[in-house]
């Protein structure tokens, strides 16, 4: 799977993945920096990967990223539950909802009128997707995921529950001594391999569009603001993502 080298006892049986501290004999783990090649010097676990060059681990496996081909053994090694395909009695469809091969739409779901979901995508219990919505295929809500009419998600986009895409953003106006409501009447646009952590918000624009580029990873509780523009990796502290807010005069933030 790796297309790696390897040295060892390769008739080994890999069936987990654990700390370097805490592996066994059937468990996989990785040396990343100085301080996991000190810890592996002891580890008990059944194979390492290691930089090339390594001789760490009775059994090991030569990568040039350890931590990143550690993340690729952890798909094949945990694969995804895959939910069974159909709608599930409780679920609400309205008119015109168009599902893809394969979709799965769980308990209390409920879809509005003329969106479209694409094939292999999986629809969680609880989840409230509005009308008029596009959702591309394989993507992934979680349970009680909302998103508002009108927005548009790619391909492969994973969805963690409280999430809200496409409420309105924080836009009012001083009228006659009291403040009025600026209608958000905009959209948003969200690219292909998206992650929305836990309880984030993403704002339609009050006009036009919020959009949120391909390969972005929003981490839990991130809010993105009406009329942003979001690229790369935003975590709670920054997180080293870029944000172009045009209300700041489309400066990167």
């Known amino acids: 799977m790796l297309g790696a080298e390897w040295a060892g006892e390769g008739e080994r049986d890999i069936t987990g993945a654990a700390p370097l501290e805490e592996a066994g004999a059937a468990e996989l783990s990785f040396v990343g ?25 009775d059994t090991r496996i030569y ?41 799965s739409v769980g308990p209390q779901a409920s879809i509005g009128a003329g969106t479209k979901i694409g094939a292999g ?35 492969r986009a994973v969805l963690h529950s409280g999430c809200v895409i496409g409420a309105d953003g924080f836009g009012f106006v001083m009228h006659e001594g009291r403040y009025q409501k600026f209608p958000q009447v905009g959209r948003v646009e969200i690219g292909d391999d998206f992650e929305l952590g836990a309880n984030a918000c993403i704002d339609r624009a009050a006009l036009g569009v919020t ?43």
């Open 63 to 103: 990568v040039p990223q350890p931590r990143g081909a550690f993340a690729r053994c952890l798909m094949a090694l945990y694969p995804r539950r895959r939910a069974a395909a159909g709608v599930h009695p409780t679920a609400v469809l309205g008119e015109g909802v168009e599902l893809g091969d394969g979709v």
């Open 211 to 253: 959009r949120i580029g391909n390969g972005v990873k929003l981490d839990n509780m991130v809010h993105i603001a009406h009329n942003c523009q979001a690229d790369g990796l935003i975590g709670r502290r920054g997180g080293g993502g870029l944000c172009r807010d045009r209300r700041a005069g489309g400066h990167w933030r």
């Open 121 to 155: 995508s999986e629809i969680g219990a609880g989840c409230a997707v509005g009308a008029g919505v596009t959702i591309g295929p394989n993507a992934l809500l979680h349970a009680r995921v909302t998103i508002y009419d009108g927005v548009t998600i790619g391909a």
């Open 33 to 57: 920096n100085a301080k996991g090649a000190k810890a592996a010097e002891t580890t008990k676990a059944g194979c390492l990967l290691v930089a090339p060059g390594m001789e760490l681990g």
